[in-house]
């Protein structure tokens, strides 16, 4: 035999999905910064300096990757160029800067600054140089972003039914506290207000005197 459900049930499961939703958000992005981040999956380059790095078709992305020293404070991005030679006969990459938040884990930092859309998978030149007197062994690092960043959008979609359920709940909660009428008084209500119209019907009472007693019959009810 299934359970009722009632609005006190719909409200808490409102409550519980969007407490775990919530948990489920701050995991995934903590998971993706720390853990599922990929941002040098494909090698580094020193700055300045230059390299060969194997790219794959699609998108890559580029990040200032660097020591830090201390607590707290964001990563500048230095004025920096890159160069990207393509193998022989392979259309240059299209490098679109795109500057990202900072990850830092102990004293290891990176900031994604570029997206690169790789054309063909192949042996790629790079090149690098910039201003990067201050900072501790600078490169450029090629990777991707995670492969689950679609976790936290997933766990706030889920927050938002979490919420929606839970507005409905209270929504059902405050209608089922709403008084409701007395089936005995309606129906004596009802009879009575019956015998005043048939009484008006048949000339015993004016109009005026069925409004009147029309009136004390709503008051008594």
Do not use: C
């Not at 990757?65 to 201390?70: A, E, K, N």
């Amino acid at each position: 035999m299934s359970r009722r459900i009632t609005p006190r049930t719909v409200t808490v499961v409102g409550i519980v999905v969007m407490v775990a939703s919530t948990i489920g958000f701050v995991t995934a992005m903590m998971l993706n910064a720390f853990l599922f981040d990929e941002f040098n999956a494909y090698g580094e380059v020193s700055i300045p300096g230059s390299g060969t790095v194997r790219l794959p078709a699609g998108e890559a992305t580029v990040s200032l990757h660097t020591l830090v020293i201390g607590k707290g404070g964001g990563l500048p991005v230095p004025k920096m160029s890159i160069d990207i030679v393509p193998p022989a006969g392979v259309p240059d990459p299209v490098v679109v800067q795109d500057i990202g938040g900072v990850t830092t884990i102990n004293s290891d930092a990176h900031i994604r600054v570029w997206r690169v859309q790789i054309p063909v998978t192949g042996d790629y030149v790079i090149k690098t140089d910039g201003t990067v007197g201050g900072y501790a062994n600078p490169s450029l690092a090629f990777g991707h972003d995670t492969r689950y960043g679609h976790l936290p959008v997933a766990f706030a979609v889920s927050f938002g039914l979490g919420a929606v359920v839970l507005i409905g709940g209270r929504g059902w909660a405050a209608f089922t506290r709403r008084p409701q009428p007395d089936p005995v008084t309606s129906a004596l209500y009802a009879e009575a207000l019956n015998t005043l119209v048939r009484l008006r019907d048949s000339g015993a009472l004016s109009a005026e005197e069925f409004e009147a007693e029309k009136q004390r019959l709503l008051q008594g009810y």
